[in-house]
T-cell receptor, first 117, second 113 residues
Framework: AQKVTQAQTEISVVEKEDVTLDCVYE???????LFWYKQPPSGELVFLIR??????QNEISGRYSWNFQKSTSSFNFTITASQVVDSAVYFC??????????????FGTGTRLTIIP | GAGVSQSPSNKVTEKGKDVELRCDPI?????LYWYRQSLGQGLEFLIY????????KSGLPSDRFSAERTGGSVSTLTIQRTQQEDSAVYLC???????????FGPGTRLLVL
C-alpha cells in the first residue's frame, strides 16, 4: 500500500526565515506522481506542484522550491524568505494508478506552518 | 474561468437523516473525485468518475454512501442515515482527464448532531 509521511505536525518560524517541509513516501509503483497542496484558513486545497517520478530535477518557482530525491523517497518543499501569507497547512500527496485509469491521491497528514510577523 | 464549486458550504443535520452534497467541476474536466477530510482520518479518497465509465467506488466507507454524476458534469454525493462519525469536510476535485492534476473545490463542512 502507498503511504505518505509528513513527520512535522506543526512548524512556526519568524517572517523572512527559510523553512523546509519534509515529505517521505512509500510505493511499489515505478511510475508515480508527487504533489504538494496548500490549505489556507479558508479551507480550499490549492495545487502547488506535480512531479513525475522520472524527473528528479529540482524545481524552483519564486520563493518556493522542491527537492525530489528518489534514493531516499523524499520530496521536500522549501519556502525562502517566508511571509505571513504562507501560513497554512501543507499536504504532500502521492498518486496511485488504479484499474479504472485514474490517479487516486494518497495524502500525508499535513504540516501546519505558522509564520510569525 | 470558474473553479470547482460545491454546495452547500455548510450543512448541519440530525443523526439518521439523509444529506446530499453537490459538486460542479471545472468546465471541460471529464474526471471528478470526492474526498473526505476529517480530524481522525485525514484526507481520504471516496469515489472517482471518468466520463461515462463505471466509477471507482473503492473508497466509499459504507453502503450508506453513494454518488452519481449526471450528464458527465455535476455530481451529487448522498449519505443516507447519517451518523456522527460522518461529520467531516467533503471535498470535490476535478481534472481534465483521469491522471492529470486535480483541482479542489472549497468543500462542504458536514456536522451530524
Amino acid at each position: 500500500a502507498q503511504k505518505v509521511t509528513q513527520a512535522q505536525t506543526e512548524i512556526s518560524v519568524v517572517e523572512k526565515e527559510d523553512v523546509t517541509l519534509d515529505c517521505v513516501y512509500e510505493t511499489r509503483d515505478t511510475t508515480y506522481y508527487l504533489f504538494w497542496y496548500k490549505q489556507p484558513p479558508s479551507g480550499e486545497l490549492v495545487f502547488l506542484i506535480r512531479r513525475n517520478s522520472f524527473d528528479e530535477q529540482n524545481e524552483i518557482s519564486g520563493r518556493y522550491s522542491w527537492n525530489f530525491q528518489k534514493s531516499t523517497s523524499s520530496f521536500n518543499f522549501t519556502i525562502t524568505a517566508s511571509q505571513v501569507v504562507d501560513s497554512a497547512v501543507y499536504f504532500c500527496a502521492l498518486s496511485e494508478p488504479t484499474n479504472f485509469g485514474n490517479e487516486k491521491l494518497t495524502f500525508g497528514t499535513g504540516t501546519r506552518l505558522t509564520i510569525i510577523p | 474561468g470558474a473553479g470547482v464549486s460545491q454546495s452547500p458550504s455548510n450543512k448541519v443535520t440530525e443523526k439518521g437523516k439523509d444529506v446530499e452534497l453537490r459538486c460542479d467541476p471545472i468546465s471541460g474536466h471529464t474526471a471528478l473525485y470526492w474526498y473526505r477530510q476529517s480530524l481522525g482520518q485525514g484526507l481520504e479518497f471516496l469515489i472517482y468518475f471518468q466520463g461515462n465509465s463505471a466509477p471507482d467506488k473503492s473508497g466509499l466507507p459504507s453502503d450508506r454512501f453513494s454518488a452519481e454524476r449526471t450528464g458527465g458534469s455535476v455530481s451529487t454525493l448522498t449519505i443516507q442515515r447519517t451518523q456522527q462519525e460522518d461529520s467531516a469536510v467533503y471535498l470535490c476535485a476535478s481534472s481534465l482527464v483521469g491522471g492529470e492534476t486535480q483541482y479542489f473545490g472549497p468543500g462542504t463542512r458536514l456536522l451530524v448532531l
